[in-house]
């Protein structure tokens, strides 16, 4: 079950921000016993791979917090961050250990599609409320949506590595979130109808 939140919650780390779990994932599997990474993804702790997604981090953070730039960095990302959630679900073991289960162990694509399937559908809300945050605040809520993004990929992929049964209350959190800014997009949209 730990294998599993854990897969869960970099998965959802993913879909907010593609290369903070990889870095994280990557960093702590060539500097702790905490993350054990399977045959075939002992590259995600070759520095040379870590480099270049710490340029591409970065590359991201800049571009995520212009108004109207974010929206096609989000149109970018619509592969990178399902991508990346498969990778982070399945490089931590997290297919292979789901409940113990040999069919698991036996299809590792499921680990796959779980992580690209949870990425997708956190970068399709993320990708949907951005252009709402735009036009409420005229762009000024974008870096600081953007800065609450990554900080907020950050802290769900340490807690899914360290504190796994935490991932639930993360998630739940998320859907707080995620339901407040319903309730905010509906009424922004109620007020700009004519006579609303």
Request: proline letters at 3%; aromatic letters at 10%; hydrophobic letters at 65%.
């Given at each position: 079950m730990f294998a599993a939140l854990t897969g869960l919650g970099?998965?959802?780390a993913a879909g907010l921000?593609?290369?903070?779990?990889?870095?994280v994932v990557g960093i702590l599997a060539n500097f702790t016993d905490r993350v054990k990474l399977p045959d075939g993804y002992a590259w995600l702790s070759n520095w040379g791979v870590l480099a270049?997604?710490?340029?591409?981090?970065?590359?991201?953070?800049?571009?995520?917090k212009i108004p109207a730039v974010d929206s096609v960095n989000d149109m970018i990302q619509t592969a990178v961050?399902?991508?990346?959630?498969?990778?982070?679900?399945?490089?931590?073991?997290?297919?292979?250990?789901?409940?113990?289960?040999?069919?698991?162990?036996e299809n590792p694509w499921l680990g796959w599609l779980i992580g690209i399937v949870v990425a997708l559908a956190v970068h399709a809300m993320k990708a949907a409320a951005r252009p709402v945050v735009n036009a409420s605040t005229a762009g000024v809520g974008a870096p600081v949506v953007s800065t609450v993004e990554d900080a907020g990929s950050l802290g769900m992929s340490l807690i899914a590595i360290f504190l796994p049964l935490l991932v639930i209350a993360?998630?739940?959190?998320?859907?707080?979130?995620?339901?407040?800014?319903?309730?905010k997009v509906r009424?922004?949209?109620a007020a700009r109808k004519p006579g609303g």
């Open positions: 970099l998965s959802t921000n593609a290369y903070i779990p990889l870095l270049v997604l710490a340029v591409l981090l970065v590359a991201e953070m800049v571009l995520d961050r399902p991508a990346s959630g498969g990778v982070v679900f399945s490089a931590t073991a997290a297919a292979a250990e789901l409940d113990k289960s040999t069919w698991m162990a993360a998630l739940a959190l998320l859907g707080l979130v995620v339901w407040w800014g319903v309730r009424r922004f949209r």
